[in-house]
């Protein structure tokens, strides 16, 4: 499935969670590499969030502890170029239209890319 959203900023707290090593040690496992401490968000639509929303059978989970919940997640590709995961954290404040995409870098310095570009998102 290939889904097109729009980079937006986020709260900030992408680079707080992904900091904390009971989460880079999952990712680590689970995806083979250690991810940025940040997120890319993108606004997409509702018929995507749908879409994307339809698929939790295929989601995978990380486990949190303590006052950390539990982060399911889809293993992605960001522009044809980039391997990465979305992220779905069980405790979360965005909607279901907004994204998180990590990666091993920095994707808006990698890619270039600003709040208003267009993003795809394949889903493997």
């Known amino acids: 499935m290939e889904i097109t959203g ?3 900023s986020g709260t900030r707290k992408g680079t707080y969670f992904m900091s904390l090593e ?3 040690e999952e990712f680590r496992k689970k995806l083979k590499f250690e991810p940025f401490p940040g997120t890319l ?6 018929e995507n969030a749908a879409r994307i929303s339809s698929m939790q059978d295929k989601m995978r989970v990380i486990e949190g ?6 982060v399911k997640f ?8 980039v391997e990465g995961a979305i992220l ?3 405790k979360t404040e965005h909607s279901p ?3 998180e995409f990590v990666a091993q870098e ?19």
């Open 6 to 8: 729009k980079v937006i």
């Open 22 to 24: 009971v989460y880079k």
């Open 41 to 46: 968000n993108l606004k997409i639509s509702p």
């Open 65 to 70: 502890t303590g006052n950390y919940g539990d």
């Open 74 to 81: 889809l293993p992605a590709q960001l522009n044809g170029m």
């Open 88 to 90: 779905f954290p069980v």
């Open 97 to 99: 239209e907004i994204l």
């Open 106 to 124: 920095n994707l808006r310095n990698t890619l270039n890319l600003n709040d208003g570009d267009e993003a795809t998102l394949k889903i493997n």
